[in-house]
């Protein structure tokens, strides 16, 4: 397993998060943004700047998964390319994306951006909060400790 990050847009204490558990079970992670992401010095830690520009950094991310790595994203697209490769998505916000919930997520995000063009103003999400962490630091951990039984 390979870990994949959308980095442009992951909080950074996500991705104090994930860099902790990532050298904790020696797992490859790699940050994938366009620009630069300073990381603590670990051979398990990789940063990977792509060039500028409208969903760079989600095609790299998507032809270099593989069934079985696991995706941090809150890109409903990428989700569901990755997802169909048997790759695992989880949010920054510890929501996890399935073959089961992909469909109805980008039907939501297709009616949001539809309300957005009519010039609806819909807002952005909440910030980040203490419970949301949690959410996330926990769902990574449980999917690393089915991953590592396998």
């Not at 980095?7 to 020696?26: E, S, T």
């Not at 063009?117 to 952005?124: A, D, K, M």
Request: glycine share 4%.
């Amino acid at each position: 397993m390979n870990i994949w990050v959308d980095a442009d847009a992951c909080p950074v204490v996500i991705r104090d998060i994930l860099c902790r558990a990532a050298v904790k079970r020696q797992i490859e992670t790699t940050f994938v943004a366009n620009q630069a992401i300073r990381l603590t010095p670990s051979p398990w830690l990789k940063s990977l700047q792509v060039p500028k520009g409208f969903d760079v950094a989600d095609d790299e991310i998507a032809s270099r998964a593989q069934a079985g790595d696991l995706i941090i994203t809150a890109d409903i697209p990428l989700a569901s390319e990755v997802l169909a490769k048997g790759s695992f998505v989880i949010t920054p916000r510890g929501e996890q994306y399935t073959a089961n919930n992909i469909k109805q997520r980008l039907q939501m995000r297709d009616f949001m951006e539809t309300m957005r063009s009519s010039g609806e103003h819909t807002g952005g999400p909440p910030p980040l909060n203490q419970t949301d962490r949690k959410h996330f630091a926990d769902q990574l951990d449980r999917l690393l400790q089915r991953h590592a039984k396998t």
